[in-house]
């Protein structure tokens, strides 16, 4: 990872707080002393996987350090309706003020650690792992992956700038399989780059002709049927990591595994995700 992850959060929040209080938050202003005290408790209001305590330290330390935070229920707990999580003290114009930042964090990760969590019982007895992709939401990507791996998932790349993925728009405009792949490796070697590199196909007739090519990391079978897919992992037998994506859904997810893939790759981890059930509230 080639980027500062801290930077990126520290961004994240002051672009969040800068849309949510702008010039001031007047409601609680008008009603609510300067130097009130008092506290509140996350009220867990559903089943589910906790994530976004580590988060929900930093968005308060960073508005008030002197808010004060005591943990109960760690990233990765099972969580029930009725826990606590957390017990935050402090000024009450503070704690009014994060308030919504902190939920909207702490619900959407829960919700993906879930979903994941959810994925990966599915999948107990294999050796297959799931996998994040890229269709996050803007700006809450390096949140969204980090909710993965609390829920039991792996992460894909981060970005376009740490592995090399020729997908289908990619061969379809380089002229095809083994012209992508070159034109690949000659970048690589001019920018002297050491990025796995990934390609996907779409036939079994593009599997071979990767094959013939050589020089990958990893095969991703894009919309494989299960059959196909178990023909394709005998086939590539076991030279390369494989990838199964496209059309996978909670029914048919453990066939695919059971076909021998290393991955399994779901977009709804992150681009459709329900929230976790989750209040703040004064006590």
Do not use: W
């Not at 178990?230 to 029914?251: D, F, M, P, Q």
Request: with cysteine.
């Amino acid at each position: 990872m080639n980027y500062n992850v801290e930077e990126l959060e520290d961004k994240l929040f002051d672009l969040a707080f800068a849309e949510d209080i702008g010039e001031g938050d007047h409601t609680t202003l008008c009603c609510i002393p300067e130097t009130a005290m008092g506290r509140s408790k996350l009220l867990v209001k559903e089943k589910g996987i906790l994530a976004g305590v580590d988060i929900a330290r930093k968005i308060f330390r960073k508005f008030d350090p002197e808010l004060q935070m005591e943990v109960f229920m760690e990233d990765g707990s099972e969580v029930k309706p009725g826990d606590v999580a957390f017990v935050v003290t402090g000024k009450v114009r503070s704690l009014l003020q994060t308030e919504r930042l902190m939920l909207n964090v702490m619900q959407r990760m829960s919700g993906i650690a879930t979903v994941t969590h959810r994925y990966m019982e599915l999948l107990q007895g294999t050796k297959t792992r799931v996998l994040d992709t890229r269709k996050t939401t803007p700006g809450m990507r390096i949140l969204e992956k980090q909710a993965v791996k609390i829920g039991g998932g792996v992460n894909h790349r981060m970005g376009l700038f740490d592995m090399i993925l020729l997908k289908d728009n990619h061969v379809d405009f380089a002229g095809g399989i083994s012209q992508a792949l070159k034109r690949c490796h000659e970048y690589l070697a001019e920018k002297n780059l050491p990025l796995k590199i990934e390609i996907e196909v779409r036939s079994m007739e593009e599997l071979e002709e990767v094959l013939k090519c050589g020089g990958v990391d990893r095969i991703m079978l894009d919309n494989f049927s299960i059959d196909n897919t178990r023909k394709a992992v005998e086939r590539i037998g076991g030279k390369y990591e494989t990838e199964s994506s496209g059309g996978i859904t909670n029914e048919t997810l453990r066939q695919y595994a059971e076909c021998g893939v290393d991955y399994i790759s779901v977009g709804a981890l992150t681009h459709s995700v329900k929230g976790l059930d989750l209040s703040f509230k004064a006590f």
